[in-house]
């Protein structure tokens, strides 16, 4: 073992005692069952929602309980740190208002990147080499390849410890031999002589947990080679939590197997464990079974594919908390938004992502929005992601709201058709001129379903365009249809014409759905009359007339 003199010739001689930083982190002033959390995100460029999962579970709790919720970027492997992720991350966040309390820019247990923390790492790895609690390591790639492949040829676990340890208690000479030729070397720490056959310990979530105990002699600071000397992740979120004062560790349950290690490390530092929840990831159905919701393979894993969908966030928010804790998908949507998030609910087993609930649950919370809060959210959806809409939305503004309150307001069970921003298109765009293409005469593909001859159509159609009135009562306005389908031999009931098909060219049915493709390009749509209203007698006839117009081969 080197002696102090030697330990501290290997740093700044400026570097400060760790009874500096405690100074200048002191303990929180919170109540005294206060939970101060925090969530960790690496800037990689990639955002997942199971961080704006797990990120809402840190700030519920720390809400509740009158505590603090902080982002700390930890980026000490720079080789994965991705121009521009922070603030990708940041906006991510602030879309889906999961703001912390303590980040970048407020907060005064910073700094609130690991990499910029270089110095208080420095200190504590210090402290631990003087107490013999590390060592220096100058074991080259190649070697400990060696050591690797060894111990799978024996069958043996593999890692760097015990006998494998080969610099754990190498002869004071040898280290400064390698000192003085410059040999880079990393920090590592001395695991227990003696530890324990099994780690036990409480995890908030899943109750009393017990792993194997750590023996490996893990790296806590990188090698010296690097102009940055940063810590691995170990050593870093030990340091960290002891110092921001987190006292709740909630995280991916991928971390369970390193609770060991994090024990070992918190009692050299002479620190206080904080309590570990781990989190089930999302996960997702396939044929057979269920896997981690994946990055690499799976389009809902990302953040932006929500915000281009245009998932309303309320939606997006009461679906994660439901999948946090069941009780809270059985509430309202808004006395769930409020309702606390209990880590004793959240399951062990990760839940499953169902695109095809969230937009059921979506539908349900657009269903409640008027006209006007609609368009609003649709405008600064497309704003970003459509803005050719935005022109449309903006030259149409009053067709847009009539549409949009076609059997919205004043109704007890208003349309559900729309399940996200990005649906407008194709759900009321038919109403803009701008967006909708007339059908092309009376053979147009869009008129196949129907099964009525193109010539009926077409006459049908051109018949009620010379004596169209555009009547405000709906019971009257449909009388024209109706009495007019009479004329061209159309059936007054489905059920008549289903009797004698023959004698007919088809029922009510298929002759409202000339009108309803006509005005519309499809065979679903809300009310027609409510349609012919928003439209306006002028476009109605434009549309009537365009399908009733001679094909021109």
């Not at 870093?236 to 110092?243: E, R």
Request: aromatic content about 10%; hydrophobic content about 40%.
């Amino acid at each position: 073992m080197l002696d102090r003199a030697e330990i501290d010739a290997l740093f700044p001689v400026d570097l400060p005692e760790p009874a500096q930083w405690e100074e200048r982190y002191p303990p929180r002033q919170v109540p005294e069952n206060a939970h101060v959390t925090r969530f960790g995100p690496s800037p990689t460029g990639y955002v997942h929602i199971g961080n704006i999962y797990v990120s809402m579970i840190n700030q519920s709790i720390a809400h509740r309980s009158e505590g603090a919720y902080l982002v700390r970027i930890e980026d000490t492997d720079q080789t994965r740190v991705v121009d521009g992720a922070v603030e990708r991350l940041r906006r991510a966040f602030e879309f889906f208002g999961v703001r912390a309390d303590e980040d970048d820019n407020n907060g005064v247990y910073g700094p609130y990147h690991q990499s910029q923390r270089e110095a208080i790492y420095l200190s504590y790895a210090r402290q631990l080499l003087r107490e013999g609690k590390a060592y220096l390591c100058f074991a080259t790639e190649e070697e400990l390849t060696d050591i690797r492949k060894r111990q799978e040829a024996a069958k043996l676990p593999t890692g760097y410890y015990g006998r494998w340890a080969i610099w754990r208690d190498a002869d004071p000479a040898a280290v400064q031999a390698k000192l003085h030729e410059g040999a880079p070397y990393v920090v590592r720490f001395r695991s227990p002589d003696m530890p324990k056959p099994r780690a036990e310990f409480i995890d908030a979530i899943r109750g009393p947990l017990s792993a194997e105990d750590n023996r490996n002699d893990a790296v806590i600071l990188k090698s010296s080679a690097n102009p940055l000397r940063l810590p691995t992740y170990h050593f870093a979120h030990v340091v960290d939590d002891h110092l921001m004062r987190v006292n709740l560790v909630i995280r991916g349950d991928e971390w369970i197997s390193s609770v060991p290690l994090h024990m070992q490390l918190f009692d050299a530092l002479g620190f206080t464990l904080p309590t570990y929840a781990h989190i089930a990831p999302l996960m997702k159905k396939i044929p057979g079974g269920k896997r981690k919701l994946s990055k690499r393979k799976d389009f809902e894993a990302s953040v932006g594919f929500y915000i281009e969908a245009g998932y309303p966030v309320h939606a997006i928010l009461y679906y994660l908390r439901g999948l946090a804790n069941g009780r809270l998908a059985e509430l309202p949507l808004e006395e769930a938004l409020e309702a606390p998030i209990q880590l004793d609910q959240c399951g062990s087993a990760g839940p499953l992502v169902d695109l095809a609930k969230l937009e059921d649950i979506s539908a349900d919370y657009i269903g409640t929005l008027t006209s006007r809060q609609v368009f609003d959210a649709v405008r600064t959806w497309a704003a970003e992601h459509d803005p050719k809409l935005v022109v449309v939305l903006d030259a149409e503004r009053d067709l847009a709201l009539r549409a949009l309150a076609i059997e919205r307001e004043g109704v007890d069970n208003p349309r559900k058709d729309l399940r996200k921003w990005s649906d407008f298109r194709q759900t009321y765009g038919f109403f803009f001129p701008q967006l909708f293409t007339s059908l092309s005469g009376a053979s147009d593909d869009r008129l196949t379903s129907l099964n009525v001859a193109p010539v009926v159509a077409a006459t049908f159609i051109r018949d009620l365009a010379d004596d169209y009135e555009h009547l405000t009562d709906p019971q009257e306005w449909f009388s024209q249809i109706r009495e007019l389908a009479a004329k061209h031999g159309f059936a007054s009931t489905a059920k008549e014409y289903k009797k004698n098909p023959d004698a007919y060219t088809g029922s009510i049915r298929e002759a409202s759905q000339l009108v309803r493709v006509a005005l519309t390009g499809s065979t679903r749509s809300p009310d027609l009359h409510a349609i012919a209203q928003a439209l306006g007698d002028k476009e109605v006839l434009r549309r009537l007339r365009a399908l009733a117009a001679p094909d021109e081969n």
